[in-house]
């Protein structure tokens, strides 16, 4: 739990909007009534309790190379030999374990959809459990930062499906520059800046048009929900009609108690369900109970479903991209440099 009222004002009021100026510990500050360094031990502490992973950007999904979401049917008692493989690969950033048969479920990145299919190959040389992959369809509801206060995530209407687009070499040098977010620094823009060969001002001008044109969600505190007292959570999906599953979605995505919402391609016979939601609580049962109220205003209560709870986090982190012509990411047993702790 919290301890004041300034530690949650940082972490409820600066996941997004989170001002991009030049000393915007000061600036929170002002809004706060307290000083830079206030702010910046706060949420030095925090950290520290792993309550936030960093303040920095949440890329949209493949406006920058390619992703998946990814799932593992392990043996139980391999489990812990497997996700210590998958989370050993740079270009995966969550890893976790939930309730099913397919049982280890993790985020890939890549630098394009050809190198992504060897990516999921290798690791299933690997560990000798081929991974099934689930990439985004369709978008109904987008992470604009969780509410600690009610347990939902900020409800953002979605538009048409963005494009990707070509970065230039100094866009994917501040890309890289922020990789782990921002340094615990005054001016935290001009050591990113100098690490980007870049100007202070060009950064901040940079990330207010990537913020404009929605190829970065957010930039902000990025918390870490579990250990903020969201203990339970869990992954609901349905195996909604074709020609139904847009509509459904976009009623889901209006429910209070919903976080990220989304279609995903199904992969074959083997796992039917298309329509996606997360759920986060305090406890099993609110989750439990909340989703049975969803699915009965939403109209999915007779529909083919699951619900998927995550059980252990083996990794979780920002994503590591990489511009195309860069080095491929390094395999299992290679130096994995910028892995997080």
Request: with cysteine; proline share 7%; aromatic share 8%.
């Amino acid at each position: 739990m919290l301890a004041t009222d300034l530690e949650f004002r940082l972490l409820n009021d600066f996941q997004r909007g989170f001002p991009l100026v030049a000393d915007p510990w000061a600036a929170i500050g002002a809004r706060l009534g307290c000083g830079a360094a206030d702010v910046l031990a706060h949420l030095a502490s925090l950290r520290d309790q792993g309550k936030i992973s960093r303040v920095g950007p949440v890329f949209a999904p493949n406006r920058i190379g390619a992703s998946t979401l990814a799932a593992m049917a392990v043996p139980t008692a391999d489990l812990p030999r497997v996700a210590a493989i998958v989370s050993a690969f740079a270009g995966v950033n969550h890893n976790y374990r939930r309730e099913h048969r397919y049982n280890l479920w993790f985020v890939a990145n890549a630098a394009d959809e050809a190198e992504l299919a060897a990516l999921l190959a290798t690791m299933g040389t690997a560990t000798g459990c081929p991974p099934i992959s689930l990439p985004l369809v369709e978008e109904y509801h987008i992470d604009l930062g969780f509410d600690l206060a009610s347990g939902r995530r900020t409800r953002h209407a979605v538009g048409q499906p963005v494009t990707r687009r070509g970065l230039d070499a100094a866009e994917w040098r501040l890309i890289h520059a922020l990789h782990d977010g921002l340094q615990w620094q005054p001016r935290p823009f001009r050591a990113v800046a100098d690490a980007a060969g870049l100007c202070e001002t060009d950064v901040l001008a940079t990330l207010a048009g990537w913020l404009d044109e929605g190829l970065m969600r957010r930039f902000g505190v990025v918390v870490r929900h579990r250990e903020l007292g969201y203990r339970a959570n869990a992954m609901c999906v349905w195996a909604a009609p074709d020609d139904q599953v847009s509509r459904l979605g976009h009623l889901l995505a209006g429910q209070d108690g919903v976080s990220l919402c989304y279609r995903r391609k199904r992969p074959g016979p083997d796992w039917p369900y298309t329509l996606f939601c997360m759920i986060h609580g305090h406890s099993r049962d609110a989750v439990e109970a909340r989703r049975h109220e969803i699915a009965q205003a939403v109209g999915l209560a007779d529909l083919p479903a699951a619900v998927l709870f995550s059980t252990d986090c083996y990794k979780q982190c920002g994503a590591r991209y990489r511009a195309p012509d860069a080095a491929p990411p390094p395999r299992v047993g290679q130096p994995l440099p910028g892995l997080a702790a």
